[in-house]
């Protein structure tokens, strides 16, 4: 059961789900959140850059109006946090506006989305990220480096994915490596590889 929000824990899940030095923005992106009446619930931990970040896994706000005030960072930063938000549409919508962006804080939020179920946020991820491919790409070094330093939650990911081509999609794509988050999967691996040298074994 989901209980009644508090505003200061819900300042705690906005202010821990990016990095410090990203804190003063945080704080700019909370005043423009509409109140709800359902805490954010639970949260995955992973490391970005060097720092532990907590990212909510559910959020209940609804779309906030007054985002002019905010700047390019932070509407990035609103939009990542919507990626987490309860409608599938909308997390979409908000993966739309993030997934291009390089970012490093941003690599989390795209990568929890590629082990969901909705297979048109798979789409949208393959269609931002074609140069994951690209041995030169600045978006291939950020997600090996990512995957390099959270082996845990990308394994944790695969798994989601292989479990929702079970459940789901098996008819469509009887051979896994067509499911498109299978091909993602692989194309994160490669990233990771190269990031750190040798074959990633995850």
Same mark, same amino acid.
């Given at each position: 059961?989901?209980?009644?929000?508090?505003?200061?824990?819900?300042?705690?899940?906005?202010?821990?789900?990016?990095?410090?030095?990203?804190?003063?923005?945080?704080?700019?992106? !909370?005043?423009?959140?509409?109140?709800? *009446? !359902?805490?954010?619930?639970?949260?995955?931990? &992973?490391? &970005?850059?060097?720092?532990?970040?907590?990212?909510?896994?559910?959020?209940?706000?609804?779309?906030?109006?007054?985002?002019?005030?905010?700047?390019?960072?932070?509407?990035?930063?609103?939009?990542?946090?919507?990626?987490?938000?309860?409608?599938?549409?909308?997390?979409? *919508?908000?993966?739309?506006?993030? &997934?291009?962006?390089?970012?490093?804080?941003? &690599?989390?939020?795209?990568?929890?989305?590629?082990?969901?179920?909705?297979?048109?946020?798979?789409?949208?991820?393959?269609?931002?990220?074609?140069?994951?491919?690209?041995?030169?790409?600045?978006?291939?070094?950020?997600?090996?480096?990512?995957?390099?330093?959270?082996?845990?939650?990308?394994?944790?990911?695969?798994?989601?994915?292989?479990?929702?081509?079970?459940?789901?999609?098996?008819?469509?794509?009887?051979?896994?490596?067509?499911?498109?988050?299978?091909? !993602?999967?692989?194309?994160?691996?490669?990233?990771?590889?190269?990031?750190?040298?040798?074959?990633?074994?995850?």
């Amino acid at each position: 059961m989901q209980l009644p929000q508090d505003r200061s824990s819900l300042a705690r899940t906005v202010t821990g789900a990016f990095p410090s030095p990203l804190i003063d923005d945080a704080a700019k992106v !909370l005043a423009v959140l509409p109140e709800t *009446r !359902l805490s954010p619930m639970g949260h995955f931990e &992973v490391e &970005v850059r060097g720092e532990v970040v907590a990212i909510p896994s559910r959020i209940y706000n609804e779309e906030p109006d007054a985002v002019s005030q905010l700047t390019r960072i932070q509407r990035e930063m609103l939009h990542c946090l919507y990626t987490r938000q309860s409608d599938g549409y909308g997390r979409q *919508r908000h993966l739309e506006m993030i &997934v291009e962006s390089t970012q490093p804080w941003v &690599v989390p939020f795209v990568m929890q989305l590629a082990g969901e179920y909705v297979l048109e946020i798979l789409e949208v991820i393959r269609e931002g990220l074609t140069d994951l491919a690209d041995p030169d790409s600045a978006r291939r070094s950020l997600y090996g480096e990512f995957i390099a330093h959270n082996q845990a939650f990308f394994a944790r990911t695969e798994r989601r994915v292989v479990s929702y081509w079970t459940c789901y999609y098996r008819r469509d794509y009887p051979v896994f490596g067509t499911y498109p988050g299978s091909v !993602l999967m692989e194309a994160f691996r490669a990233a990771a590889s190269e990031y750190a040298g040798h074959a990633v074994a995850l």
